[in-house]
């Protein structure tokens, strides 16, 4: 797994306390064993670092709102015309259309708004903020590990790549 980070200082989650040496560790535990790749998807020169990468990579995640690796030009039809084997999944609050695709969102509101923080409540009868981020790993990144597996048994038998659009809200 190559992560790709902006410099200079990469990744917000590494200032939070506590720390393991320079990283929080909350850092170490969600990046352990990756390699880091510092670039500026916005420096044309910097993307061009990245192109190597891509060549021989399965699976690129993207994690933007929708439009924007496309804007840096490394939407779906660029990166598959350097590896069209790439099976490319954008993971976001709205997937890539409709009313809400461009409106950004997190965990909490996800479950607010598909129902699932109602079903928490405390003594007073008021919702419970839930101790994980519930909506993201279920409605995200479980619908995205399946479907990046299903299509990297498809790419094996018939060589094809594809665009995976998953939305948080959607898998809630």
């Known amino acids: 797994v190559i992560k790709i980070e902006r410099p200079p200082d990469g990744d917000d989650l590494r200032h939070y306390d506590p720390k393991i040496g320079r990283d929080s560790a909350q850092y170490h535990t969600l990046n352990r064993g990756k390699s880091l790749l510092l670039v500026d998807l916005r420096d044309a020169a910097d993307r061009l670092r990245v192109e190597p990468w891509l060549k021989q ?50 965990d909490l509101n996800f479950l607010a708004e598909s129902g ?51 939305a948080i809200s959607d898998g809630l």
């Not at 399965?58 to 660029?78: S, W």
Request: hydrophobic share 45%; proline share 7%.
């Open 116 to 166: 699932h923080l109602g079903l928490t409540s405390g003594a007073d009868g008021a919702p419970v903020l839930p101790p994980l981020l519930a909506a993201d790993i279920a409605g995200g990144v479980y619908p995205a590990i399946i479907n990046i597996l299903l299509a990297f048994i498809r790419r094996q038998a018939t060589g094809m790549g594809t665009h995976l659009d998953i």
């Open 57 to 106: 990579a399965d699976i690129l995640i993207d994690q933007f709102r929708p439009g924007v690796l496309e804007r840096l030009g490394l939407g779906y039809d660029a990166v598959k015309s350097i590896n069209p084997g790439i099976i490319y999944c954008s993971l976001t609050g709205w997937g890539q259309t409709g009313p809400k695709a461009d409106k950004a969102s997190h």
